[in-house]
């Protein structure tokens, strides 16, 4: 991850060509009617079909087979569904930078399994908020950075519901590499505090995702 994210950044500032990318990882406005995202990392493989308004929406479905919330939420493989709302609130333009600042709200769904010996359902409930933030660092490239919340509820077979608190720092970086394709690489760690049967447990929560953006393909 210590070197990924300076070689794209390299790799795109050498030849400056375009616009900075619009975001769906971020916070920079969409410009195109609807935006297809994938991804795949941990915790695991998505698809995201974004549309532009003033409130930019999204549905999408996750194929998951690691901590779906960062922590304490390690599973063997399941399906998650989820929306996205964002709301861009603050638009800056400055000489050497433009900075976009945005509230995002995740509702999601859960269906898996346990991972181990036994094999049980968990069901899970998601809803995340974020605070991303884009910075504009050149023609090509945006800075991702802000934060995200996932709080979480889950509820095990054979055993008792519990809830799971991570407090994540966002990092990465999107890269506007032709005129319909933007891939990005995104890193979000923090502590993850899970809460259930009267227990409070702290881990370090993590997720990480290289994946792209790509629009108006067949036209």
């Known amino acids: 991850m210590k070197t990924i994210v300076p070689f794209l950044m390299v790799l795109a500032m050498a030849s400056p060509a375009l616009a900075g990318p619009q975001s769906t990882v971020g916070a920079k406005p969409l410009t195109s009617k609807t935006v297809h995202n994938t991804g795949v990392g941990w915790p695991s493989l998505f698809y995201e079909w ?3 308004g003033k409130t930019e929406w999204a549905i999408g479905a996750e194929l998951v087979y690691g ?12 399906g998650a569904f989820n929306a996205q709302l964002r709301w861009n609130v603050r638009h800056k333009a400055r000489q050497k930078a433009t900075s976009d600042v945005a509230l995002r709200l995740s509702p999601g769904i859960l269906l898996a399994n346990t991972e181990g010996p036994v094999d049980l359902f968990v069901f899970g409930i998601r ?9 504009d660092l050149h023609e090509r490239v945006s800075l991702v950075t802000g934060g995200t919340i996932p709080l979480s509820m889950f509820f095990v077979e054979d055993g008792d519901p519990y809830g799971v608190i991570p407090l994540m720092f966002r990092l990465g970086v999107e890269i506007n590499a032709s005129p319909k394709v933007a891939p990005f690489v995104l890193f979000e760690v923090g502590p993850g505090i899970a809460v259930g ?23």
């Open 50 to 52: 974004w549309h532009a």
């Open 127 to 135: 809803a995340e908020f974020a605070v991303p933030v884009s910075v």
């Open 197 to 219: 049967s009267g227990d409070t447990d702290v881990d370090v929560a993590f997720r990480v995702w290289v994946g792209t953006a790509f629009w108006s393909v067949l036209n």
């Open 67 to 78: 901590d779906w919330v960062g922590s304490h939420s390690d599973v063997g493989i399941g």
